[in-house]
């Protein structure tokens, strides 16, 4: 009925003038971000999307691992795929070159998309992604450090340790410990 309406294959949503189109399923979360942090900011399009996707019962979802991991939304298809993959292997971490390779492209080319979308190298983004869900545990789960620290692809607990006092200026078990103490008043 349309043969002039061009079509596009490779988005979870479109937003063209005063039409959106959305695949549905997960997509609708992806737009939502999107139009949110379109009209209201990013910071607010984080607070949204984490109301509606953190499930009552403390199990980790796929949407509630995004949140922990510490973005909601990318733009552009390779860099899109990088990071699903980067979440897919969290535990066992994909060599760079291996997420380049599967996502079509050259290492450098990888780099260049993830210094412009994500202001980090592939490397940096990463580990940065796999620092951010293990506090985010450390948080909200009753698990070891010790199994955190395998859950999020650090060979072993020492490693894990220095990583997380290097981003987070403490150490997981003061993190964790400081939370089971109660203020003293006058704070």
């Known amino acids: 009925m349309f043969p002039g309406l061009r079509v596009i294959t490779n988005a979870d949503y479109l937003i063209d003038g005063n039409r959106i189109t959305c695949a549905g399923g997960i997509s609708i979360i992806e737009l939502a971000a999107r139009l949110i942090s379109l009209h209201c900011g990013s910071d607010r399009a984080a607070k949204v999307i984490h109301q509606m996707t953190v499930s009552r019962q403390g199990g980790t979802s796929f949407v509630e691992r995004r949140r922990a991991l510490g973005y909601l939304a990318v733009d552009g298809l390779v860099l899109r795929h990088a990071i699903v993959l980067m979440e897919e292997n969290l535990e066992a971490p994909l060599n760079i070159a291996v997420i380049a390779k599967m996502t079509g492209t050259s ?81």
Not at 129 to 157: H, Q
Request: charged share 25%.
């Open 107 to 187: 290492v450098r080319q990888l780099e260049r998309a993830f210094l412009l979308g994500m202001g980090l190298s592939p490397k940096d983004f990463y580990r940065t992604m796999r620092l951010r869900y293990a506090r985010w545990l450390l948080l909200n789960s009753p698990k070891r450090i010790t199994v955190i620290a395998y859950e999020c692809g650090f060979s072993d607990s020492a490693h894990f340790i220095r990583g997380f006092r290097e981003a987070y200026g403490v150490t997981p078990g003061k993190l964790r410990s400081s939370l089971s103490r109660p203020e003293p008043e006058g704070r």
